[in-house]
């Protein structure tokens, strides 16, 4: 496995080359072929590529590629300037982002971090939804470490990922999806639930986060880009980021072991905020049976 989240080396070159024989050969790119191939992991180097296809900012007849390009280029930094001269949308930035935590911190130099902060401002400042995640900009750093010296291709990805967010996501709703979560945590966790209800810590001092920025905050860096694969290939929400609340009940099932035998309150804490290096492609497919379990036992 590498840090890619299960990926043998080479099974990683060979779908390498499938990657670029779909993405460099024809005018026309197989959308429905690049996002079965997405669904079990990208290769670190097409991912901003493949990414862009997924999210919609590049489109599959690449014919008017180059014009389609400069239009967007064009418009972003546009909106980039407006964004950058309002104090009030930067404040609000800076003070999401100091939130944000070391494994994105460990992959972004110090120009990167600007720029996640012009592509934070640049969205927030332009965005058409009227109510935003309160630490949207904590969803940027995993964009611009894909999209490395490509501010612009960040910015529309990282845009087209939230047009999904908003629609299958709405904040308003995030009290409910809690809920709803940590109900489930209860039921099929108990023993890992009593074990932190006796240290006194809430769920809302992890589960809260864990939902609201896709474990983005928690995972490994590696970890994170590898879920995200998934969520933006997915055939259909319900295998897309609707599957979420699954995936952190199966990161809670590989997780209670060690859970269970902590006894501070701090140690539990800094478990569930900083998680370890995981194999996704098993996080995912037991966040699938976790999901047909609830179903079958209709807890929800």
């Known amino acids: 496995e590498d840090e890619e989240g299960g990926w043998a080396g080479e099974r990683m070159s060979a779908t390498l080359e499938e990657y670029k024989d779909m993405l460099m050969g024809d005018t026309y790119v197989d959308l429905p072929r690049l996002r079965n191939l997405a669904q079990h992991g ?32 064009d418009n972003y930094w546009e909106m980039a300037q407006r964004s950058h001269k309002d104090p009030r949308v930067l404040r609000t930035v800076k003070g999401q982002l100091r939130q944000s935590t070391p494994q994105w911190q460990a992959v972004l130099d110090s120009k990167d971090r600007e720029v996640v902060e012009r592509v934070a401002a640049c969205y927030i400042a332009n965005s058409l939804v009227t109510l935003l995640p309160p630490n949207v900009a904590l969803m940027v750093p995993p964009f611009v470490a894909v999209c490395t010296g490509q501010e612009v291709e960040a910015y529309y990805c990282f845009h087209g990922f939230m047009c999904i967010y908003s ?44 939902l609201e920025v896709l474990l983005c ?6 970890n994170a880009l590898r879920l995200w694969d998934s969520y933006f290939a997915a055939d259909t929400p319900e295998d897309g980021l609707l599957l979420h609340p699954y995936v952190c009940l199966a990161v809670m099932e590989s997780l209670q072991g060690t859970l269970i035998e902590l006894s501070e309150r701090s140690e539990m804490l800094s478990t569930l905020q900083h998680l370890p290096a995981m194999d ?3 996080v995912i497919t037991q966040a699938q049976s976790i999901r047909d379990e609830v179903r079958v036992r209709n807890l929800l």
């Open 217 to 222: 905050r928690e995972l490994t860096a590696g």
């Open 42 to 73: 990208v290769p670190a180097e097409i991912r901003s590529e493949v990414w862009k296809y997924l999210l919609e900012v590049s489109r599959p007849d690449r014919s008017e590629e180059v014009s389609y390009a400069k239009k967007l280029v």
């Open 280 to 282: 996704m492609e098993h």
């Open 167 to 210: 629609a299958l996501m709405p904040p308003e709703e995030m009290g409910l999806r809690v809920a709803r979560f940590v109900m489930l945590f209860k039921v099929i966790f108990p023993e890992v639930n009593a074990a932190l209800e006796e240290e006194e810590v809430e769920p809302n001092e992890w589960a809260v986060s864990w």
